[in-house]
């Protein structure tokens, strides 16, 4: 059965760094889109960056410049380097494998910016 583990969150001050990290298991990691989520309390999950198959990747407006995704195939593991943290970064993380009708999600890491 697919498995999908975040880690990495945590209490980070504005203008800091954090890596988070996705392990997968279960699946062919190769062949699945993986895209990081987020959701802030009282708002609607959003999409934080996107990375074919191929590696192409996608950000969304508020994270392009300051956030970077990558995946390590050999460890069946994605990456979400965040630099320059906001405080509105803050929430949950999601990780989300997605390939034809299959999709799957982890279960969050909490991400807190705050001095």
């Known amino acids: 059965q697919v498995q999908l583990v975040e880690s990495g969150g945590g209490l980070v001050q504005p203008g800091g760094s954090l890596r988070l990290s996705c392990a997968a298991s279960?699946?062919?990691?190769?062949?699945?889109?993986m895209a990081w989520y987020r959701q802030a309390p009282g708002k609607q999950r959003e999409l934080v960056a996107t990375i074919t198959r191929l590696g192409s990747t996608n950000y969304g407006d508020s994270v392009k410049g300051r956030f970077t995704i990558s995946t390590d195939n050999a460890k069946n593991t994605l990456y979400l380097q965040m630099n320059s943290l906001k405080p509105e970064d803050t929430a949950v993380y999601y990780c989300?494998?997605?390939?034809?009708?299959?999709?799957?999600w982890g279960q969050g890491t909490q991400v807190t910016v705050a001095s």
């Open positions: 279960g699946m062919i990691f190769s062949r699945y889109i």
């Open positions: 989300n494998a997605r390939m034809a009708t299959e999709n799957y």
